[in-house]
């Protein structure tokens, strides 16, 4: 059975984010077997598809090293790039059966490929005690949606964070009960970027330090950031240190399609 590593929201090696994608099966594996490959593999997520009927169509889960989740941007972007690309598969969109309901994928135009999930609007809140201490900057804004959410000042203070993960777990797990210790951080970008939002996310509550690219939070910063920018396209870039990757997001209706491409880093066999 293959395994490969693809570095998504990257237009060349060791950017973007990577995820593992295991070839399709025919049936599902244990849930305990996808979590230890998982775990084995180390990666943010580790992705398993399954064949169905439809050649268009295929089941999807997402596994960190320490539990499923129920959506995952990157991994789905790694998956869609193994179907056209390594494994052949010719139709013009792919549809996942997640747990988030059935995610499209459109076929590479011009390098990109085009993902279609749900809109996550988020909604204002009082910023919570102590989380602009644990996260070691002023905090402008905080919004919550299926992740907590914040804004900073600049992209210089954004990039310059090092946050104190075991508190950002507490508070975003606990005072503000969103997905488990998850944070995204953003702000608008420098005037002389090529992009016009930037972020950073941490999810220490899902076994993630920081992940590089995430595209379930972009869910939710795309119709933020739209609506503040009076826009429904942005460019945006998540500013992991030494990596990081760009995608370009639009809001249609309570959809939010996301655009990046995907290289292979590593074609493998599993001989488990």
């Known amino acids: 059975m293959r395994q490969f590593l693809v570095d998504a929201f990257a237009s060349r090696p060791f950017t973007g984010n990577p995820a593992c994608v295991v070839e399709p099966f025919d049936v ?13 593999n180390n990666q943010a997520e580790t992705a398993f598809l399954l064949k169905t009927k439809d050649p268009a169509r295929f089941g999807l889960r997402w596994f960190t090293p320490v539990l499923e989740v129920p959506l995952c941007g990157h991994a789905t ?17 792919l549809t996942f059966d997640t747990m988030s309901g059935p995610l499209m994928v459109r076929a590479p135009d011009k390098g990109y490929l085009e993902m279609n999930f749900p809109a996550n609007n988020p ?6 005690e102590g989380l602009a201490q644990a996260l070691g900057a002023e905090i402008v804004e ?10 900073v000042k600049n992209e210089t203070v954004l990039r310059g964070l090092k946050p104190n993960l075991a508190e950002i777990e507490r508070i975003c797990t606990k005072d503000m009960i969103r997905e488990r210790g998850s944070l995204v951080v ?12 930037v972020s950073r996310f941490f999810a220490p509550g899902s076994g993630i330090d920081e992940d590089p690219v995430t595209g379930s939070a972009h869910c939710i910063i795309t119709p933020l950031f ?9 460019d945006c870039f998540q500013a992991y240190p030494g ?16 655009r990046g491409s995907a290289v292979t880093v590593l074609d493998g066999q599993l001989r488990v």
Not at 77 to 93: K, N
Not at 227 to 234: A, E, F, H, R, T
Request: charged residues 20%; hydrophobic residues 50%.
């Open 142 to 151: 905080t919004w919550v949606g299926n992740y907590a959410v914040v804004i």
């Open 123 to 128: 909604v204002q809140i009082e910023t919570p």
């Open 77 to 93: 972007l790694a998956s869609a790039h193994v179907l056209f690309r390594e494994i052949g598969v010719q139709v013009p969109v």
């Open 243 to 258: 990596r990081g990757g760009a995608l370009t997001c639009e809001v249609i209706g309570d959809r939010v399609l996301l």
């Open 226 to 234: 739209c609506d503040k920018l009076g826009k429904s396209v942005i």
């Open 28 to 40: 599902w594996p244990d849930a305990a077997w996808m979590q230890t490959l998982a775990m084995e």
């Open 186 to 197: 953003s702000a608008f970008a420098d005037p002389d970027a090529d992009y016009e939002v």
